[in-house]
C-alpha cells in the first residue's frame, strides 16, 4: 500500500546533540511537509517543500532546518535541540495541482530530549 | 485574520448515539475543508473533506460532514457513535489556491470525543 513512513517512531536525544528525522513516502507527491505537535494540541506547520523548492514557515527557529535530496525523502534536522523541541513531528505529503490536495500524515516521530 | 473554530474542546456521547463534532471558519474565498482524526500517539488520519458539489459529504468509518456555506460551517456526523472513535478530531481547511502558504492548512484546536459504553 502506498503510504508515508517515519523513522524511528520514538528517538530520544541529549540537549544540544544534534538529532535527523526521516520520512519517506511511495505516493509519488510532489509536496512534503513537517509539523511539529505537543500535547494533543493542533499541529504547527514548520516547513514544506514544493517539489525542490523550499517554503519555511516565518516563525520557525532557525535550529530547524530540511532536507528533500529526491521526491521519496525528505529530512528534518535539529541542530541543538532544547528540552522545548520534545513534541511529535509529523510528515505529510499531498499531491498539488489535481484538485484534491489533501494531505496524508505518516505516524509520526516522537521526540524526548534529555 | 484566517481561523478555525471548534468551539468544544471535548464531547461526549454514549455509545449508539449520534455525535456531531462542530466546526466553523472564517476564511475568504471558498476553502477546501477537511477533518482529520488522531488517535493516542500516532499521526493525524484522513476522514473526508469538501471540494465542491454536494452539500453532505461521506467519509472514512461512516462519517458524514455537512457543508453549510451561509453559516460558514462544517460539522463531522455520525448516525451511531463507537467506543473505538473516542479519539482527537480536527477540523482544517485551506485556500484553492497552488502557491506559497495558500498551500498551508488552517487548523482549529481538535475536539476530544469519547463515546462511553
Known amino acids: 500500500d502506498a503510504m508515508v513512513i517515519q523513522n524511528p517512531r520514538y528517538q530520544v536525544t541529549q540537549f544540544g546533540k544534534p538529532v535527523t528525522l526521516s520520512c519517506s513516502q511511495t505516493l509519488n507527491h510532489n509536496v512534503m511537509y513537517w509539523y511539529q505537535q505537543k500535547s494533543s494540541q493542533a499541529p504547527k506547520l514548520l516547513f514544506h517543500?514544493?517539489?525542490?523548492?523550499?517554503?519555511n514557515e516565518a516563525d520557525t527557529p532557525d535550529n530547524f532546518q530540511s532536507r528533500r535530496p529526491n521526491t521519496s525523502f525528505c529530512f528534518l534536522d535539529i541542530r541543538s535541540p532544547g528540552l522545548g523541541d520534545a513534541a511529535m513531528y509529523l510528515c505529510?505529503?499531498?499531491?498539488?495541482?489535481?484538485?484534491?490536495?489533501?494531505?496524508?500524515f505518516g505516524p509520526g516521530t516522537r521526540l524526548l530530549v534529555l | 485574520a484566517q481561523s478555525v473554530a471548534q468551539p468544544e474542546d471535548q464531547v461526549n456521547v454514549a455509545e449508539g448515539n449520534p455525535l456531531t463534532v462542530k466546526c466553523t471558519y472564517s476564511?475568504?474565498?471558498?476553502?477546501?475543508l477537511f477533518w482529520y482524526v488522531q488517535y493516542p500517539n500516532r499521526g493525524l488520519q484522513f476522514l473526508l473533506k469538501?471540494?465542491?458539489?454536494d452539500n453532505l459529504v461521506k467519509g472514512s468509518y461512516g462519517f458524514e460532514a455537512e457543508f453549510n456555506k451561509s453559516q460558514t460551517s462544517f460539522h463531522l456526523k455520525k448516525p451511531s457513535a463507537l467506543v473505538s472513535d473516542s479519539a482527537l478530531y480536527f477540523c482544517a481547511v485551506r485556500d484553492r489556491f497552488n502557491a506559497g502558504n495558500n498551500r498551508k492548512l488552517i487548523w482549529g484546536l481538535g475536539t476530544s470525543l469519547a463515546v462511553n459504553p
Open positions: 505529510a505529503t499531498s499531491r498539488e495541482g489535481t484538485g484534491t490536495e489533501t494531505q496524508y
Open positions: 517543500y514544493y517539489d525542490k523548492d523550499f517554503n
Open positions: 476564511v475568504s474565498g471558498n476553502p477546501y
Open positions: 469538501y471540494i465542491t458539489g
